[in-house]
């Protein structure tokens, strides 16, 4: 399972396309979880990825929540409308 594999790219990116529930802890099922934990360990990496995705994460909920202006909430909002 390496990047220069293409046998196994379209596992990975299957693997890749359920990380984000992987390390959210939601979504999977046991069987999915498992299967996407056996290619994280087997798959450096995709394993490696995982790694500093979950560091991000892990860095981001430790951070201190930030406010913005009423007027950029107000902006957002209206753009958010016309779409």
Known sequence: MTPNDPMSAPCCQE??????????????????RETVRRHLTDCPPCGDLAAFENALLDRLR??????CPEKLRARVRALLDLS
Do not use: G
């Open 15 to 32: 693997i890749l396309d359920r990380l984000h529930d992987y390390l959210n802890r939601r979504d999977l099922s046991v069987a999915d």
């Open 62 to 67: 430790q951070s201190a929540p930030c406010s």
